[in-house]
T-cell receptor, first 113, second 118 residues
Framework: KQEVTQIPAALSVPEGENLVLNCSFT??????LQWFRQDPGKGLTSLLL?????REQTSGRLNASLDKSSGRSTLYIAASQPGDSATYLC????????????FGKGTTLSVSS | GAVVSQHPSWVICKSGTSVKIECRSL??????MFWYRQFPKQSLMLMAT?????????EQGVEKDKFLINHASLTLSTLTVTSAHPEDSSFYIC??????????????FGPGTRLTVL
C-alpha cells in the first residue's frame, strides 16, 4: 500500500529565505506526482505536476524535483514571501493514468515579514 | 478551463438527517470522479471512486450504505451522507478526471464542501 510522508510537518521562516519541502513515497511505481497548496479552510490549488518520466518542473519561484527510483520529491521555494504561508501537500498517482491520488499529511509553512 | 464546482460550499445539519453534495465538471466530461474526505489537521483520504453509469468503488473502511454515490451523467457526481452524525463532520472534496476535452491523465479538484453535523 502506497504511503506518502512529508517532512517537516511545520516550518517557520523569515521572509526572503529559500526553503525545501520534502516528500517521500514507498512505492516507486507511480504515474505522476503533484504538489498542491491549501489555505486554511479552502480547497486545493495545484502548483506543479511531474510525470514519472520527468525529473523536475518549474513555475515561477517554485521548483519541484522527482527521483522516482528513491521515492523522493522536493519542492523548492525561492525568496519566500508572507503570501506563501499555507499548507503544502504532496500527492502521488497510481501506476496508471487517472488513478486516485494518495496524499501526504502536508507541511504547514509560515513566512514572517 | 477544467473547472470543477461543488455545491453547497458549506452545510450545517442536524444529527440523523441526510445531506447531498454535488460535484460538477463545468467545461469537460468526466467518466471518473473521486471523493475525498479531510478531517481537521489531517490530509485528504480517498473515500470512493465514482464511475459514470456504474457502481462506485469504495475504499476499505468507508460504508457504502452511509455514503451514497451517484454518477448519473458525465458531468455530475453526487455524494449523499445518510443519517449524518457529528463524527461525519468534515471537509469533502471531489475531483474529476477528464475523459475528453482536457488532460485525461490528471485530476481537477473542486473547492470542497464543509459539513458540520450538530
Amino acid at each position: 500500500k502506497q504511503e506518502v510522508t512529508q517532512i517537516p510537518a511545520a516550518l517557520s521562516v523569515p521572509e526572503g529565505e529559500n526553503l525545501v519541502l520534502n516528500c517521500s513515497f514507498t512505492d516507486s511505481a507511480i504515474y505522476n506526482l503533484q504538489w498542491f497548496r491549501q489555505d486554511p479552510g479552502k480547497g486545493l490549488t495545484s502548483l506543479l505536476l511531474i510525470q514519472s518520466s520527468q525529473r523536475e518542473q518549474t513555475s515561477g519561484r517554485l521548483n519541484a524535483s522527482l527521483d522516482k527510483s528513491s521515492g523522493r520529491s522536493t519542492l523548492y521555494i525561492a525568496a519566500s514571501q508572507p503570501g506563501d504561508s499555507a499548507t503544502y501537500l504532496c500527492a502521488v498517482g497510481g501506476n496508471q493514468a487517472g488513478t486516485a491520488l494518495i496524499f501526504g499529511k502536508g507541511t504547514t509553512l509560515s513566512v514572517s515579514s | 478551463g477544467a473547472v470543477v464546482s461543488q455545491h453547497p460550499s458549506w452545510v450545517i445539519c442536524k444529527s440523523g438527517t441526510s445531506v447531498k453534495i454535488e460535484c460538477r465538471s463545468l467545461d469537460f466530461q468526466a467518466t471518473t470522479m473521486f471523493w475525498y474526505r479531510q478531517f481537521p489537521k489531517q490530509s485528504l483520504m480517498l473515500m470512493a471512486t465514482s464511475n459514470e453509469g456504474s457502481k462506485a468503488t469504495y475504499e476499505q473502511g468507508v460504508e457504502k450504505d452511509k455514503f451514497l454515490i451517484n454518477h448519473a451523467s458525465l458531468t455530475l457526481s453526487t455524494l449523499t451522507v445518510t443519517s449524518a452524525h457529528p463524527e461525519d463532520s468534515s471537509f469533502y472534496i471531489c475531483s474529476a478526471r477528464p475523459s475528453s476535452g482536457g488532460r485525461t491523465d490528471t485530476q481537477y479538484f473542486g473547492p470542497g464542501t464543509r459539513l458540520t453535523v450538530l
